[in-house]
């Protein structure tokens, strides 16, 4: 029987998806519910596990597709923390701006003390060194946890199915 096959190549697909899914503004919304986009990397790297099998390897295990998605985690938390520093140096926070637009400049009644606190808090701070490896450890955390969870999830889409075994004869 041959082995499984590699479980980098299928992370490293599902860390692609997590990085873009985390750090492309607006788009990162979606992991307001659940950490989905996170999640859906870990089930993508499991998909791509999934056909990387032929007839003659063995199945692969829940134990596998958890590796393969918390390695996604990994990968994704590298290159969104990557992706995420490009787009803040390339066009600002663009996220931080709108919500500045809508929150102050909107027809919503907010009280001068809060408006005042808002405005503290929108207050344009640099791209620093420490912010980057204080992002990419949270963003580590998450994503592993998470992308765990998305390969035990495309593990229960996907589990290979086993033929079922013979019941043993009784001797007479």
């Known amino acids: 029987m041959n082995q499984h096959p590699d479980k980098v190549i299928p992370a490293v697909y599902g860390g692609i998806l997590m990085a873009l899914l985390s750090a492309t503004p607006f788009l990162s919304l979606i992991n307001c519910f659940c950490c989905a986009g996170i999640i859906l ?57 709108f919500l500045r637009e809508v929150l102050l400049n909107g027809n919503l009644d907010i009280p001068s003390e809060s408006r005042d606190q808002l405005e503290r808090l929108f207050v344009e701070e640099r791209l620093t060194p420490l912010i980057l490896v204080v992002k990419f450890f949270s963003s580590l955390g998450i994503d592993v946890i998470f992308g765990l969870v998305g390969g035990l999830i495309g593990y229960a889409i996907w589990k290979p199915q086993v033929p079922p075994m013979a019941p043993m004869q009784r001797p007479e």
């Open 41 to 97: 990397g870990g089930i993508a790297a499991v998909f791509f596990y999934k056909h990387a099998f032929t007839p003659d390897t063995p199945p692969y295990t829940s134990t596998d597709c958890v590796l393969v998605g918390a390695l996604s985690g990994v990968v994704g938390a590298v290159l969104g923390t990557l992706l995420s520093a490009i787009f803040l140096l390339a066009f600002g926070d663009v996220m931080k701006e």
